[in-house]
């Protein structure tokens, strides 16, 4: 019973915001698309980097937050599902559009370094923001997360630190992720329940 929730959230998702995947899904592969002699690797990666930055945010917004935007979660949580299904369901669709969104574009550099840590940035991101979304009603509670990430990296300097460590980062960005939603769906149920 819960696939079929699941599944009719991640369609309703697609449907409204198909349009938005398919942009943000161009602009991906034409960054992984240009030639060389126009975008060297380097700054091909850092064009992608920052993007997903941006597109995580995107995708939690439009996923979540816009849910409570327009006064649509409480039609979901009218739905004969517990709200945690509702919230799993809403991972799952916010899920499909990251990854549909980096793997081919991130496999197209042909570096699998680069692949590992794309993919735990968009998801980590999306995680994060969504996880703001979840805890304040506030419509611009999503957009913490990428507040917080230039403040980390003021100090002049500071990137160049960061850089040996990315790939440790990637990974600890993935033990993140589950432990946030853990955390969203404990939020969510106390927030729902009646």
Known sequence: MWWKWIGTIVKKDWTEHGKMFVFFFGGM????????NILDDKSRQQAMGGALLGIGYAYAYYVFTC????????????????PM???????VSLYSFCLATVELPALLLQDSRFFYMF??????IATACMTCSVFFEYQGASMVPLLLIPLAFMRQGSWEAFQPYEFKAATAAFVLVPVLILVCILQFRKDTAV
């Open 29 to 36: 592969m034409l960054i992984a698309l240009l030639p060389s």
């Open 67 to 82: 849910e409570r935007m327009f006064h649509t979660l409480p039609m979901l949580l009218g739905l004969p599902v517990r």
């Open 85 to 91: 299904g509702i919230l799993i369901g809403k991972f």
């Open 119 to 124: 993919n735990a940035e968009v998801l980590c």
